[in-house]
Nanobody, 123 residues
């Protein structure tokens, strides 16, 4: 599957953004997906993931209660709603996919990666 992320931009602290990840291919519903981010000088880290069932999403502690991951199989898209954004959320955000039922916040879990979309949080 090929992935394309979009929706990044500049937002003030406390603001919201919705990232989208559109997938090509005909087997979207069999894929689990994850959102990762990488800030300058830091390792890429898992933010959230969603299994192919859409149930039991997972979140890193740093974003729990503020970010929500969702998927729309009909649109072959995965979304990351980000609320109450903080300056430390600023990073390049990547979506990743793996044909498997369960998901993970570990990079090595995923075979397919999209290009990043830049999120800047600044006043």
């Amino acid at each position: 599957v090929q992935l394309q992320a979009s929706g990044g931009g500049l937002v003030q602290p406390g603001g919201s953004l919705r990232l989208s990840c559109h997938a090509s291919g005909s087997t979207f519903e069999y894929f689990a997906f994850g959102w990762f981010r990488q800030a300058p000088g830091k390792e890429r880290e898992g933010v959230s993931c969603i299994p192919n069932s859409g149930d039991n999403a997972y979140y890193d502690d740093s974003v729990k209660g503020r970010f929500t991951i969702s998927r729309d199989n009909a649109k072959k898209s995965v979304y990351l709603q980000m609320n109450s954004l903080k300056p430390e959320d600023a990073a390049i955000y990547y979506c990743a996919g793996q044909r498997f039922s369960s998901c993970s916040l570990q990079r090595k879990w995923y075979h397919s990666w999209g290009q990043g979309t830049l999120v800047t949080v600044s006043s």
